[in-house]
């Protein structure tokens, strides 16, 4: 650690301690303009033995129970180093070098899972519904900055309101407080750690975004073969995780996608996916194939380090877009209504037939006529009357006027005249080849 750097950390340590209560917010405020402090703490606490290391954790302790907002991001954006420098040494087997980084670690869970009365919280997450607006499914892309007005409204159907007020909300707590991290404590303060880190994301700089970015791929690949494709010399042993804390970072490494680290961001992606294979962890899968099906073809904010922080999601359709063909229940009674009405029309026609009712008979010579109950047919004659069918007009049959019916008729008689020949001769011959026999 050079010179410089260390004189920029103490006179950081020793400053804070002078303050009176008054001047808190303002010194907070001016935090964010000192440009060297911030690269700094993260040598320091990259380094386990510095002797500076326990007075800036403590001094950071002491800004997150200050209760102030400014105060606590400032330590939060150093939680994703102070992560991987306590799994480490915990890998490497020496935890006599991070102890005030736990003690730290600890301090803030222990502090976040009380309320200002010092009673357990309990936090609850509902669950999107797709009856209802949602950041979280829509029909097209955009970039969305959480704004309420943002959010479209849907149709105001009979469906909507029966389920209005039935989400499911999910609960989780109250938490035990933890006084030393154990095998099996370590994770679920980790994972409950950075639950709070994603709370903020939207404040965290760009140093703790590539850091969170960084250590996500170590601690998946760290002793496994991709460790030798990332070139990384780093501790060789393999880390022991959870799908619920592989789901945390893969919280912060999409927000980090979509804000400027889109290089780190989808390399570190590529290995909490690789680790969640390895390890058949459904819920990383889910969540990290989700993550990345949204970024193939999706311009992501690479240039835009500045400005307005933002996720890539999509917006529930307005009400003007889906109100023509919202489906309810009031549209699905008038189309069985149409329905039933069209079948009923049917079945008095069927039924109104044999009653006596006049039905249209098809003729094929083209000649039309109507079939009376008896089932006789009505022929038309010249004069526009209509007779029985064998009734003729003074005995002679009425010949159809087309003159394609009438040679139709004309090569049917000739055919039929050929056929009773042929039938005739064969006869004929039969009956001569029996005579034959028989006198033989």
Known sequence: MLAMDQGVVEEWLSE??????????????????????????????????????????????????????????????????????????SAARDPHTSGCIEALLLGIYNLEIVDKDGQSKVLSFTVPS???????????????????????????????LANHGLSRVVYTGPLLQRENFTAQNRFEVLTFLLLCYNAALSYMSSIS??????????????????????RYKGISTRMTVTSEFLVQLLTGIHYALCNGEAELGSKALDDVLYRAQLELFPEALLVGNAIKSTQQGAALKSNTKEGARSIQVEITPTASRISRNAVTSLSIRGHRWKRHAESQEVSVDNEAAPGGVVVPDISVT??????????????????????????TLGGAPEVSQDPRSHESATRGQEVRRQKSMRRMVENESSGSASIGRSQH
């Open 209 to 230: 975004l590539q850091t969170l970015c960084q250590i996500s791929s170590r601690v998946c690949i760290c002793g496994y073969p991709r460790q030798q494709i990332r």
């Open 130 to 160: 797709l009856s209802k607006p949602s950041v979280y499914h829509e029909e097209q892309n955009v970039i969305l900055v959480f704004q309420p007005s943002a959010i479209g409204s849907i149709a105001l159907t009979e469906g909507a």
């Open 366 to 391: 083209g000649v039309s006529s109507e079939r009376m109950p008896n089932g006789d047919s009505l022929r038309p004659r010249s004069d526009g009357r209509s007779h029985p069918d064998g009734e």
């Open 16 to 89: 804070y301690k002078t303050l009176p209560d008054s001047a808190v917010s303002a010194y907070a405020a001016s935090l964010k303009d000192k440009g060297a402090l911030v690269p700094a703490l993260y040598k320091v606490i990259r380094e386990n033995y510095s002797e500076l290391l326990e007075p800036v954790c403590h001094q950071l302790f002491e800004f997150y129970r200050s209760g102030e907002p400014q105060l606590q991001r400032f330590t939060l954006q150093f939680l994703p180093e102070l992560l991987w420098s306590l799994l480490s040494v």
